[in-house]
């Protein structure tokens, strides 16, 4: 399925920062245009105080890059955008030579549902200058949030110890967009199921939901409301129990239960939605289990995420099912991810490759060089780290590797240490040669993933941290870059 395309029937080549089309205009009336160029899309920190991140939102990308182009109307647009003394801001003659452009750059990504860790690049994108620029911004847009939802989902997921995880979030989402992609980021992190419809037809996302407290309220009381649903829908009884006496709620639960069974269905459970969930969950247990059901499930919803879930489980809840919308799909406590997309190498007039480094008095703001790979090494099991290697690199005899936040600390990788090199070719002079998986195969690629993974890292309370570094030659040309722009500005 055509992703963005899916849902507009316009060109999207203007989702995009006007500064990016100022310096395409720059570039095109410098001569520069067709410059060969790299730039790498990555991100500073790890999100939520963690110490790994889910990468996704490649599916949206290639779409995107197959479809990218101007058409008429939107350069007709960009004859009416004016500059500070009225006149129009860019040269018909620009204008007509966006209309024309075909991308034609190559791209490598590393695929969905792949732990990634700062400051790796996700995408990497080489050819000319322009057109690298032109796609900086909705890059960026599709690969931050989806990141970010993923990571999100798979962090609550660990809390659960494989107990199921429903997204029920499009309600709180930020807007039709958001929704969409946050269902689909959910389910790669290792939801089970969305309460998102259009999400399920659009994404083969299985969907869940039962009735609302508005259904309860209808009705005079619990037993009329159940009663009626069951009657309506026997195969899909989840009873909403809270509207007003949630343990009164649980016993009506059970009495509508037994008139399912008679008549051949079984109640699939109940749901609790306010209150001391870890008590009430205790209690209606005992309940269910003493009127015959110890096979209802337990659903616990009410603005969970992985803190509060892991505060219920130590107190000993019997939520079994785990409904988890606005923290998930809003990303509550950290609404951004903070990815960039920095040139990192550019071809001189003569050819040849220069590297490309951004200073800054923040070390964690000045960019690596070079046109990269991330290279991870693993045993059967388990991952061992991630170097980050330049285009000339020799590795065949091993390699040492800096670490990223400190130089001081290096450590080195015998040559027959088994490894994967995690960016994958996804455009080739422009045309597609990347097949996404089916969603179902990137989210178990996502548990696959985490599996490997140790479990210091995945901790939620001061997680370790996983080695990212520097292949040598690669740290000590960064190294070299900052000392020659240091004289420079001297």
């Excluded at 990141?147 to 979030?169: D, H, M, N, Q, S």
Aim: net charge negative; glycine share 8%; hydrophobic share 40%.
């Amino acid at each position: 399925m055509n992703i963005p395309s899916a849902l507009y029937n316009h060109s999207l080549a203007l989702l995009t920062d006007l500064y990016q089309l100022t310096m395409a205009y720059g570039y095109w009336k410098a001569g520069l245009a067709d410059r060969e160029a790299v730039f790498n899309l990555f991100f500073r920190h790890n999100p939520f105080g963690g110490s790994f991140s889910i990468a996704c939102g490649l599916a949206y990308v290639v779409d995107f890059l197959s479809h990218f182009r101007f058409d008429a109307d939107d350069t007709a647009f960009l004859t009416e955008v004016r500059g500070t003394d009225g006149r129009p801001l860019f040269d018909p003659a620009f204008l007509d030579a966006l209309q024309s452009m075909r991308f034609s750059c190559q791209v490598d990504a590393i695929p969905e549902g792949t732990l990634v860790f700062p400051p790796e690049p996700l995408v990497r994108v080489q050819g000319p200058l322009m057109q690298c620029q032109l796609i900086e911004t909705a890059l960026l847009n599709l690969i931050n949030f989806q990141t970010l939802v993923a990571t999100k989902a798979a962090r609550i997921c660990l809390t659960t110890r494989g107990e199921p995880v429903l997204e029920f979030g499009l309600r709180r989402a930020q807007g039709i967009d958001g929704g969409l992609a946050a269902s689909r980021a959910a389910y790669i992190g290792g939801c089970d199921a969305t309460s998102n419809v259009l999400a399920g037809k659009l994404f083969g996302i299985p969907v869940r939901g039962t009735h609302a407290h508005s259904w309860v309220m209808v009705f005079d009381d619990d037993l009329e409301a159940f009663q009626t649903y069951a009657e309506a829908m026997p195969n899909n009884c989840i009873f909403l129990v809270d509207t007003y006496n949630t343990l009164e709620g649980v016993r009506k639960a059970a009495q509508v239960g037994r008139w399912l069974r008679a008549h051949g269905h079984e109640m699939v459970g109940i749901r609790l939605d306010s209150g001391n969930l870890a008590q009430l969950s205790i209690t209606a247990r005992n309940i269910l289990d003493e009127s015959g059901f110890p096979d209802a499930r337990i659903v616990g919803s009410s603005d969970l995420d992985e803190h509060l879930i892991t505060q219920l489980k130590a107190q000993g809840s019997a939520i079994d099912v785990w409904g988890v919308g606005t923290k998930l799909v809003t990303a509550y406590d950290q609404p951004a991810l903070g990815g960039v997309y920095k040139l990192t190498a550019i071809r001189s007039s003569a050819g040849a490759w220069q590297d490309r480094i951004k200073l800054s008095e923040e070390t964690v703001k000045v960019t690596n060089p070079d046109i990269p790979q991330v290279r991870r090494y693993h045993t059967p099991t388990a991952f061992l780290g991630d170097v980050m290697v330049g285009k000339e690199a020799n590795l065949t005899d091993g390699c040492t590797v800096v670490d990223v936040n400190d130089p001081t600390i290096r450590r080195r990788i015998p040559g027959d240490t088994a490894f994967s090199d995690l960016l994958a070719p996804v455009f080739r002079r422009g045309s597609a040669v990347y097949e996404s998986p089916s969603l179902t195969h990137i989210r178990q690629r996502t548990q696959e993933q985490l599996a490997s993974l140790p479990d210091e890292i995945k901790r939620l309370n001061q997680p370790g941290q996983y080695p990212v570094g520097l292949e040598a030659s690669l740290y000590e040309r960064k190294a070299q870059l900052i000392r020659q722009a240091a004289v420079h500005s001297a």
